[in-house]
Structures are given as structure tokens and as C-alpha cells.
T-cell receptor
Framework: EDQVTQSPEALRLQEGESSSLNCSYT??????LFWYRQDPGKGPEFLFT???AGEEKEKERLKATLTKKESFLHITAPKPEDSATYLC????????????FGKGTTLSVSS | EADIYQTPRYLVIGTGKKITLECSQT?????MYWYQQDPGMELHLIHY???????EKGDLSSESTVSRIRTEHFPLTLESARPSHTSQYLC?????????????FGPGTRLTVT
């Protein structure tokens, strides 16, 4: 069964303290991996798409990387405004382009 | 500005009522999706559409129904609301052909059935 697992479930950082979030998947024949940010009470906001192992994407303090079994979201020198839940998703084979989501990592950055 | 809209944002309704959650997008996307999300849990796909007059059920069983008569509009209907339907409902749309493309989400509808 296709599955996406994210770790840790929650992460508390001090402002400026860099760290990484993990997303592992068991989908056969990966056709893309997506990272989203979700603020409380809002819809997910698209961050990155990665299509092949070795690919990297960057946006401000965030950098996403992809291997054959997992993806990492690296957060460099985070600020309080980076606090949110970060979601990872992969396409479900049977449903074409619809996505399977992980439960997310809730990041809290304190000043 | 191209965007995706959902109304209402919040809805509190009694058991047995019929409700329709609206979703519209101005991005010209062919593909649209409905997800359900409970607090602290992952999003689950309940319906999707790849174009006008095309609708399919997702991996999460749902008593809701959808229609796609216009490209930009993808409403979700519950004929008889129950407390078990209480949840957050998120609509999304995407572009692209065979390859999966990023999905853009609306702000969601928080439904509470009493």
C-alpha cells in the first residue's frame, strides 16, 4: 500500500537553529514528491516539487532534497514566521495525479 | 488574480440538512480535487475530476457527491448531514497532463454538524 511517513511529528527550534524534516515514502515508481506548508485553519500552500533522485530546490530559508526512498526539508536559520505544519505528498498510482499526504511535521520557532 | 475560492468558510448545521460546499477556480485548470482533513490528521482524497462531466471517488469513502458541469466550478453536496461529517473540507486544482503537477488549495470549509 502506498504510504507517506513524516518525522518528527513536532519540532521546536530556537530562532537561527537549523534542522531537517524527513519524509519517507513507499510508492513504487515515484512520479514526483511535493512539499506544502499549512498554517492553522488554512489550506496547504505549495512549496516545492521534486521529480527525480538527486534533485534539490531552494526557497529563502528552505531547501528540499530527494533520494530514492525519502526527501528532506532543510530549514536554515529559521525565524518565528516559519512556524507552521509542513506536509509531504506523493501521487497515488491508482488515482493518476491525486496526492497521498503524510500527517506533517509541526514546526515551532521561538525568538 | 488567479485563485481558488471556497464558500462558506465556516458552516454549523443540524443533522439531516442538505448542504453544498462551493469551490471555484480562476486558473483554467482541468483537474480539481476534494480532500477531507480532521485535526492533526493527514488530508484524504474523497473526490476528483479531470474535466467537465468527469468525476471519480477517492480513496476515502464518503457519502458526499460532486458534479463538474463547468471547468471552473466543482461543488460538493451532502444530501443528509450527520455529526460524522464534521471535518475540514479542502478543494484543490492542478494543471498538467500525464505528469502530476502541483495542486493549489483553497482556504477550506470548516463544517460542524450538530
Amino acid at each position: 500500500e502506498d504510504q507517506v511517513t513524516q518525522s518528527p511529528e513536532a519540532l521546536r527550534l530556537q530562532e537561527g537553529e537549523s534542522s531537517s524534516l524527513n519524509c519517507s515514502y513507499t510508492v513504487s515508481g515515484l512520479r514526483g514528491l511535493f512539499w506544502y506548508r499549512q498554517d492553522p485553519g488554512k489550506g496547504p500552500e505549495f512549496l516545492f516539487t521534486l521529480y527525480s533522485a538527486g534533485e534539490e530546490k531552494e526557497k529563502e530559508r528552505l531547501k528540499a532534497t530527494l533520494t530514492k526512498k525519502e526527501s528532506f526539508l532543510h530549514i536554515t536559520a529559521p525565524k518565528p514566521e516559519d512556524s507552521a505544519t509542513y506536509l509531504c505528498a506523493v501521487p497515488a498510482n491508482q488515482a493518476g495525479t491525486a496526492l497521498i499526504f503524510g500527517k506533517g511535521t509541526t514546526l515551532s520557532v521561538s525568538s | 488574480e488567479a485563485d481558488i475560492y471556497q464558500t462558506p468558510r465556516y458552516l454549523v448545521i443540524g443533522t439531516g440538512k442538505k448542504i453544498t460546499l462551493e469551490c471555484s477556480q480562476t486558473m483554467g485548470h482541468d483537474k480539481m480535487y476534494w480532500y477531507q482533513q480532521d485535526p492533526g490528521m493527514e488530508l484524504h482524497l474523497i473526490h476528483y475530476s479531470y474535466g467537465v462531466n468527469s468525476t471519480e471517488k477517492g480513496d476515502l469513502s464518503s457519502e458526499s457527491t460532486v458534479s463538474r458541469i463547468r471547468t471552473e466550478h466543482f461543488p460538493l453536496t451532502l444530501e443528509s448531514a450527520r455529526p460524522s461529517h464534521t471535518s475540514q473540507y479542502l478543494c484543490a486544482s492542478s494543471d498538467g497532463g500525464v505528469l502530476p503537477y502541483e495542486q493549489y488549495f483553497g482556504p477550506g470549509t470548516r463544517l460542524t454538524v450538530t
